[in-house]
């Protein structure tokens, strides 16, 4: 594969893995400041925000083998996994890398959510925000797009946007939590 077309396929997947996780963040956001409605709402609801956190991170894993592959800077296993191991712009890599980590670890706990107490659950839930401002500040920091007013536009919008909603959030209930995710029913519901 040509170089410029892995080149390519790096910085696209990473924009669109950060769409996809600013939307899961915003879809979480607007379940549990109730914008979509109070119980019971229909599964596909849930099922939307979970369906964006994956995309998250299958479109950050071809990130993430794009820059592998791609030999203009070479980037090797242990600087791909190693905060701050490589030459090539390493703060802002190791914003992106962080944010891997946190991303893993909240889809692991989401898909064993039956199996770990529900404190674990929420509380590795709550990293969602790092792991937002983390990718947001490496897609601002390590992108060649990062200088374009649409990239530029799009990530300070919807970083206030989320401010703005985890505010609403967390002055609205006694409770603060990505709790209210849970499904209509669920033992763990609130
Ligand atoms: C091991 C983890 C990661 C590594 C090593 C990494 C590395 C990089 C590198 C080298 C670039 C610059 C590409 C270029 O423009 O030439 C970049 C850009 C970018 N990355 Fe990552 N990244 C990682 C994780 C993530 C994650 C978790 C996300 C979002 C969910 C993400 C989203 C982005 C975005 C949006 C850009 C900007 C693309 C552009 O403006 O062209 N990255 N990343």
Do not use: Q
Not at 1 to 12: D, P
Not at 23 to 34: C, E, F, N, Q, R
Not at 43 to 48: E, H, N, R, Y
């Amino acid at each position: 594969m040509s170089s410029k077309l892995l080149w390519y396929a790096a910085r696209s997947n990473g924009l669109v893995a950060w769409v996809l996780l600013a939307a899961a963040v915003l879809w979480g956001l607007a379940l549990s400041t109730k914008l979509l409605g109070r119980r019971p709402r229909p599964a596909w609801v849930l099922d939307m925000h979970r369906f964006l956190g994956a995309g998250a991170l299958v479109f950050t894993a071809v990130h993430v083998v794009s820059i592998l592959l791609d030999t203009y800077v070479h980037f090797g296993l242990v600087e791909v996994l190693v905060p701050l191991a490589g030459s090539w712009h390493p703060v802002a890599v190791a914003w992106g890398i962080a944010g891997l980590y946190l991303l893993v670890a909240l889809e692991v706990t989401s898909l064993l959510r039956a199996r770990i107490p529900a404190r674990l659950w929420r509380s590795t839930h709550y990293l969602s925000f790092p792991l937002f401002a983390l990718t947001s500040a490496h897609a601002l920091s390590a992108g060649t797009d990062r200088h374009t007013a649409l990239v530029r536009g799009a990530v300070f919008g919807v970083c206030a946007l989320v401010a703005v909603l985890t505010a609403v959030r967390f002055a609205g209930s006694g409770r603060p939590g990505p709790a209210n995710l849970a499904p209509a029913g669920s033992p763990r519901s609130v």
